[in-house]
């Protein structure tokens, strides 16, 4: 059964750094391409971050570029996404996903398989 499953989510301070992983089991993660996303209170889903499995090019959306950073461990079959310098308008759940599109670059808006999220809270 293909599942993604995340975790590292919590409460911090602002300016903390916390660490989200993205655990796949059922299929090998770094064959295929996968998202960050965030949903914060009211607002629409909003893609973060993503790195590819062709070359794994990565990208970011403007509010956390200089503070994220997306990567492979592909030993542990798991993505991270390192957030530092975290401030209160970062506060959402977090999700990762992929579209299962093997040896393919980011595309977000094709990402159709899901994880459950997990949430961070960034206090000011």
């Known amino acids: 059964q293909l599942q993604l499953v995340e975790s590292g989510g919590g409460l911090v301070h602002a300016g903390g750094s916390l660490r989200l992983s993205c655990a796949a089991s059922?299929?090998?993660?770094?064959?295929?391409?996968i998202g960050w996303f965030r949903q914060a209170p009211g607002k629409e889903r909003e893609g973060v971050s993503c790195?590819?499995?062709?070359?794994?090019?990565?990208y970011y959306i403007d509010s956390v570029k200089g503070r994220f950073t997306i990567s492979r461990d592909n030993a542990k079959n798991t993505v991270y996404l390192q957030m530092n310098s975290l401030k209160p308008e970062d506060t959402a759940v977090y999700y990762c996903?992929?579209?299962?599109?093997?040896?393919?670059?980011?595309?977000?808006?094709?990402?159709?398989?899901w994880g459950k999220g997990t949430p961070v809270t960034v206090s000011s």
């Open positions: 790195i590819s499995s062709s070359d794994d090019n990565t």
């Open positions: 996903a992929t579209d299962l599109q093997p040896f393919s670059d980011c595309d977000l808006e094709g990402m159709g398989y």
């Open positions: 059922g299929f090998t993660l770094d064959y295929y391409p």
